[in-house]
């Protein structure tokens, strides 16, 4: 494997990170928006909270969040955590449009100017 194609796929380690991630909040947000409003009884909570932690598709955001974990590290050991890490802030990005088509939720301009300097952040610190 030459140099590129191990910085690609080092590269593609940190973009598995975002993707998981992602999905993982993805996913809670469906599942905690299928369960409704959380009680205000401290034993009704507890059991709310629970019964969420045993639904699969929560399970499975679980465990894409240790999996992005374990590709984080990976990918720490080919990159300073100061070129990688701002990367990490599409997540950002993607959460919120995935958002808006998913869950209808809106997009405010506060919100999108965010998101554009977010982009510009990561455009900039990936260059050095």
Known sequence: MGNNAKSDFSLG???FTVMLTVYGQLVVKWRVRQAG?????FTKKVVFLADLMLDPWIIS???????????????MTKFELSYAYPFTSLAFVLVLLLSVV???ETITTPKLL?????????IIASQG
Do not use: D, T, Y
Request: no cysteine; charged share 0%; net charge neutral.
């Open 37 to 41: 409003a959380l009680p205000l009884n």
């Open 61 to 75: 955001g679980i465990v894409a969040a240790f999996l992005a974990g374990l590709s984080w590290m990976a990918a």
């Open 102 to 104: 998913l869950f209808h």
């Open 114 to 122: 965010g998101v554009i300097v977010v982009v510009v952040g990561v």
């Open 13 to 15: 380690l940190v973009f």
